[in-house]
Structure formats: C-alpha cells, structure tokens
C-alpha cells in the first residue's frame, strides 16, 4: 500500500467476519472511537453485530468470577450488589464490569459500607453466601448464626457450649470453613464437624450434621476448597477428605514436619502448610509427595509501604461507623464517600531496619497465613512482611527459580498483633492483608506482579480495622469480592437484649464491614453512562464510553491494522479519508 494514499473502508472491502476477528483484539475505548466514525461503523457494531463484539469482551475479562454462557445465567454470578442481575444486553453488561474495574482501579474508589451486628457477640470468623443470601458466622462466646444478608434476620443457630449442654453447641472461637452450602468447625477435641445446608425438609439457611471427624492428633487447622477438606496437626499429620462423598472419606493420610503453625491453604491437586520461620510446605493431595518449599528468606525483590497513614476521621468530620443495622429491616447501604479508603504508594527497596537489635523485624521471621489464586500465592509474617509469588510452582524449582518471580512488601509493624497467625485474601490481581491495625490492598499487573511504582495502572489503598484506635483489636476474617470488601470490624454496637440488661445498650463489639465498590445505580452524576441507541451523529458524552483525545490516533490505528489485512483481500472498495 502507497505511503499516504487513502485509506480503504475495512467495512467496504472485507467480509464481516474478518472484521469481526479483528475486533476481538481491540479495547473497548478503541471500539467506543469507532461507532463514532461513521453511521457505517455504528451500525455495524452497535446493531448489526452487538451481541457477538460485546459478549466476546465479557468472556474475556475477569468480572464477574466464571464467565456466563448466557444473560440469563448472570442470576448464577453472585455478587454483594446482585451488581450484573438483570442486564439488558452485552453491551450493558460491559458498561457495568468497566463501570466496577475503573471505581476499583481509581485512587480514590467510591464506596458505600453496612456495618452489620450478628446478635451481641462479637463476630470471630464469618463466611458470605452470596448465592443463597446469607452469612455463616461463629462468635468468641460460641455458638454459629445464619444471617439473611438482605434483612439482617437470624435465619438459624446452634448455642455455644457456654449457654448449653446440647451435643450441637459450638465452642467459643470455632474456626468456620465454607463452601457453596457446607460448614465445617472445630469442636473441643481433635475432631471437625461437617454440616450441610439445603437437606430435604429443612428451612432456608437450616443446617444439618452429616459427619464429624475425628483424628487421634492434635488437630491445629483445616481448610475447605475444591470439595476437599484439609486438616493439619501439630504432632506431623495432615490429613485430606473428599468432601463429595457421604461421609467424607480420607482419601490422603500425609507424613508431614512436626509443629506447623495450624494455617494452610489448598490448590486443585496440592495443600501448603505454613510452618513458621520454616516457610510453607507443599504436598500433593492425592499421594501425599512432598513437593518442596516456598522460603520467601530467598527473595530479594522487596518494596515497602511507608508508615505513618493519616489517623483515624474524628467523629467531627465523620460520623463514628457503630452497627447500625436493625434487623428485620432491609440491609441499607451508607452513602457514598471517596475518601473512605486511603490511597497507599508502593516504593522500591526495604523499609529501614529498628535500631532496637531486639525488635521483631531484626529476627528471623515468623510466617502465618497463606493463600493462594491459581499460580499465585501470598503469605504474611509477624514482622509486617508480605511475601507475593506470582508462579508458586516455579518457586518450587529452587531458590533461583523462586527469587525470579517473587516479591517482599515490608509494612512497619512490632508484631504485637500477629497472634491469629495474620489474615489475607486474594482475588483478580488483588491482595489484601491487615498489619499493625491497618489492612491494605494491593494491585498487582495482570501477571501478578508488583506494578511500576511510577506508573501504576491500578491504585492500591488502605482501610482502618476498628473505628476507634481504642477499639482496635487484630481482624479474624477478611476476604475480597468481585463488587465488594468485607472483614470483621471492631466498633460499638446496639445491644439487642431487653433495655435492662447489665451492661446498657452501646457497647464495643466486633461487626462485619461489608464495603461495596459497585457504582451506585441512582448517582448518575458519579457514574455516568450513554444510551445505547445514540447515533454516530451524535456527540459522545461524558462516562465510560467516552473517547479521549487519543480518538483519532485509536481510530487511524484500527483501520491500519484492518488495512494490513486488506493488501491479500482480491475485492475493491471505495476509498475514503479520516476527513470523510
């Protein structure tokens, strides 16, 4: 093709899947850019072939969690907003993830938050249905509630073992694990009960027993994912169930090292245990082979969080977040606030060691909690550290192999409050994890790597874990959404028991915070959008569909790359200019 001819309309000379082809590799500003080109090119994308252009970007992208086969099955993508139920057409369903990963990717996200009291015992660890609408929790004093997540009614309980001699009381700080309908918690003992919901006859959010498991060791951790449970013991023992069979039948039995620290995560085909200063070990669940260690002392690769975030809003410019639900009533968000989560910046290099030769951070480390996202895997140290391995396997390889694909995030801490062994979660290039009363998020790039510190293309935040420095107390469970954060929360709740009980009415507790980043569907001002049936006469306004002042650069570069295929195509078209 001649140097500065003119160039063909793709839209003339190609066939229509060949454009379509071609699309699948274009952003979605780039496609914006183009229904604005010509009444040809909006036609062509916003009504001829909709449905095919924007249901491939949906398949593409990673929101929601597991791509639907269909409008109809978004019902079966759970989220805290129920933010993609009823989505008119592709197309809007990708107005709403872009909608969500920019208020994500953003500086300052706009959040709205629910500060929910389960009874007048504080919350330990919790678990959120979002299919079925409700949260599982067990409390320090005992006992397991079911919570509609809409109304904040108690749909089901077990006392604690406090109040009652009743052979389904649950034990004062249970460990809870959950998946789609199961629970699982520690008894007092060596052993783990296993309830299920949804059993013939039973009411919504109605659990079952339908197993316990004993082990003859001292039973330290258990972890449920996959349909399989976990155990770990102190005493070299770890043991693995298929939770799909009934009962559940032990289906490994591995020797592993003695004294692991209780936490321990899973893939789909191996289980690491945390063992302290010793790193995390990995077994293969079915045969039990040791696999070898992540020892996050070989990573050299470290950045930091500089201490010193702003202190917590006094109650003169924010009103101090007691739990405010009423149950029976519906759930209702706060509103909206920018400021909410704090903007943090990653630098390169450690944080400067303490003088103090005695400090936490100038030992060796002690390491807790692990978690892991596909070939990602985190872990968190008593001495404020964050160990981040994009290619967990890779790792395994060696110290080499571990030193090239993972990082260190140092935060200041004293580890006074490292004593639950640490809390994280992990999801869509997304980690978070609380030190020294302050839980962060961290964005990694899409490989999981740390992004450039210079130019981040996704913000990282922080948020407070108490509303009160004198409340602050180490959170027990945090986990990340598609559309939302929750965690356990400390703050002063409403008292639910009769006006004269001892005590009085407010009281310091422990809550869940649930804090949604879904775009709020009646601020239109904050989150705008177009119409659909805009014209390519029309001017394009403000919002998501807006295309910046790179839109002639986005348009000229479409059409070079559509032009490159053009020189085997044998058809002739009319030629056109961008002026045209």
């Known amino acids: 093709m001649q140097v500065g001819a003119p160039v063909a309309d793709p839209l003339a000379i190609l066939p229509p899947e060949l454009v379509l082809r071609v699309l699948e590799f274009a952003s979605l500003p780039a496609i914006a850019s183009l229904t604005a080109v010509s009444k040809a090119w909006h036609q062509f994308i916003d009504r001829t072939h909709q449905d095919a252009i924007y249901s491939s ?326 001495a404020g550290r964050v160990f981040i391995c994009s290619n967990w396997r890779q790792a395994l390889q060696g110290s080499r192999g571990l030193a090239a694909c993972s990082a260190i995030i140092e935060c200041e801490s004293d580890g006074s409050t490292f004593d639950l062994g640490g809390w994280l979660s992990v999801r869509n290039n997304r980690l978070m994890f609380e030190v020294q009363d302050q839980i962060y998020i961290v964005a990694l790039d899409g490989e999981n790597h740390i992004q450039d510190v210079a130019r981040p293309l996704r913000a990282s935040y922080s948020l407070y874990s108490s509303s009160t420095p004198q409340l602050a107390v180490p959170v027990s469970f945090m986990a990340l959404y598609d559309d939302a954060i929750m965690t356990t929360y400390t703050t002063l709740g409403h008292r639910q028991t009769p006006p004269n009980a001892p005590g009085g009415r407010i009281f310091p507790t422990k809550t869940i915070r649930i804090i949604c980043l879904a775009p709020d569907s009646n601020a239109s001002a904050s989150y705008p959008t177009f119409s659909a049936d805009a014209t390519a006469s029309s001017p394009v306004g403000e919002g998501i569909w807006s295309p910046d002042q790179n839109q002639a650069q986005r348009s000229r570069a479409m059409f070079h790359l559509l032009s490159m295929l053009m020189d085997e195509h044998d058809g002739a078209g009319d030629v056109v200019t961008d002026e045209e």
């Open 57 to 382: 970007k949906v398949k593409a992208s990673q929101v929601p969690t597991g791509c639907p086969r269909d409008l109809l099955s978004l019902s079966d993508v759970p989220t805290f907003s129920r933010w993609f139920e009823n989505t008119p057409s592709w197309k809007s369903l990708c107005q709403r993830q872009t909608l969500l990963a920019r208020n994500w990717a953003s500086s300052s996200p706009v959040s709205r938050e629910l500060v929910l009291q389960v009874g007048d015992d504080p919350v330990w660890r919790f678990r959120a249905d979002l299919k079925r609408r409700f949260i599982v929790s067990t409390s320090h004093s005992g006992g397991l509630n079911v919570t509609d997540l809409d109304t904040g009614q108690s749909l089901w309980r077990l006392p604690s073992t406090l109040d009652s001699d009743d052979e389904d009381a649950v034990r004062p700080y249970a460990h809870l694990e959950y998946q789609d309908g199961m629970a699982v918690f520690d008894r007092d003992g060596d052993a783990v009960e296993v309830w299920q919901a949804d059993l013939d006859g039973a009411g919504r959010g109605e659990f079952r027993r339908i197993a316990i498991l004993d082990h003859d060791c001292q039973t330290r951790g258990f972890q449920l994912s996959y349909w399989t449970l976990c155990v770990v013991s102190t005493q070299g023992q770890g043991f693995v169930y298929d939770m799909k069979q009934r009962p559940p039948k032990l289906i490994t039995h591995l020797d592993i090292e003695r004294d692991a620290v209780g936490h321990l995560d899973q893939s789909e085909d191996a289980v690491m245990y945390s063992m302290g200063s010793r790193g995390y070990h990995v077994y293969n669940k079915a045969s039990g082979e040791f696999m070898g260690i992540l020892n996050p002392s070989y990573c050299t690769e470290k950045y930091h969080i500089r201490p010193g975030l702003p202190s917590l809003p006094s109650a003169s410019t924010r009103p101090m977040a007691a739990a405010r639900h009423r149950p029976m009533q519906p759930v209702s968000l706060g509103p909206p606030f920018s400021d909410r989560m704090l903007p943090i910046k990653l630098e390169e290099g450690p944080l400067p060691l303490p003088d103090d030769p005695d400090h936490v951070r100038n030992g060796e480390d002690e390491w807790g909690a692990g978690m892991q996202d596909g070939d990602l895997f985190v872990g968190v140290s008593r």
